[in-house]
């Protein structure tokens, strides 16, 4: 199993397709519930980074659909995540599918999503936020955690990567 | 994260790199050009197949071909894995930043949640 670990947030593989990401906050899972949930609470945190703003739609439902859109003030560079939520139980866990539009040319297609399942857990008024993210195939989810940060490189099956990126540099 | 524009180029690259014997062949490349007969000799694989692989390549932009000679050796071009690289890199700078936001909004809500308690 690949994994990097920083002191709070862990990417780690998980069988052929799947990505797990944890990460502990300090506040109780109610909130950790909302903040995902809620338009204006999304806005605040997702996809914010310096010049980058975020608009957030929210149909809390099973079938209901979801839009995060992070904009880059300056550029005017849009990406949007959307989602079709699969299953709410609040305030434990989520699951949706989705995916960036835009990553096909034929736009948003279920086949390109990835499902997501979103678990909260509470413990001492401290919430465990565990995200599994199943890819559309062992290539793309292996491109994602390619990352060279992620000190994934030998065990990657994208060996080509690895030997052009030498090359490269 | 990155561009919508980017991001159809990026599934052209993955679907590409998606097939083991175009990953061989972009390995082989990356030791320098060469032409098909060199490519598909490591495969049990007939000339015309090993054609259809460096066509899907080249139209992800992951092989450059000669257009004139007898021969039209291939070449590797490695700028699309540079650029799912960046992609890749991007997803954990992206988690990273937004999610020590989300710690700042937490602890806001607490704060909000405490002033409400001592108001009701």
Known sequence: MTSMTSPAFRVVGQGDREIVMTREFNAPRRHVFDAWTKPALVERWFGRRDGWHTKAEIDLRP?????????????????????????????????SAEAFEGFSETGWRPEDATIS??????????????????????????????DPNMQTGTTMSLRVLDAVLRELR | MTTAPTTDRLSLTFGALADPTRRAILARLTKGDA????????????LP????????????????????????PSRLDASPIREVAEWASGYRRFWEASLSKLDEVLEDMKAEEKNDDEHD
Do not use: C, N
């Not at chain 1, 413990?123 to 955690?145: F, H, I, K, M, N």
């Open chain 1, 63 to 95: 079938g209901g659909i979801y839009r995060f859109k992070l904009r880059e003030e300056t550029t005017g560079r849009e990406i949007v995540l959307r989602g079709e939520y699969r299953e709410i139980v609040p305030p434990e866990r989520i699951v």
């Open chain 1, 117 to 146: 399942t979103m678990v909260f857990t509470e413990r001492e008024g401290r919430t465990t936020w565990t995200a599994t993210q199943l890819y559309p195939s062992t290539e793309v989810r292996d491109a994602v955690l390619s």
């Open chain 2, 35 to 46: 032409t098909v007969s060199t490519l598909a000799a490591p495969f049990d694989m007939s």
């Open chain 2, 49 to 72: 197949a090993v054609s259809r692989h460096l066509k899907v390549l080249e139209q992800a932009g992951l092989v450059a071909r000669a257009r004139e000679g007898k021969w039209r």
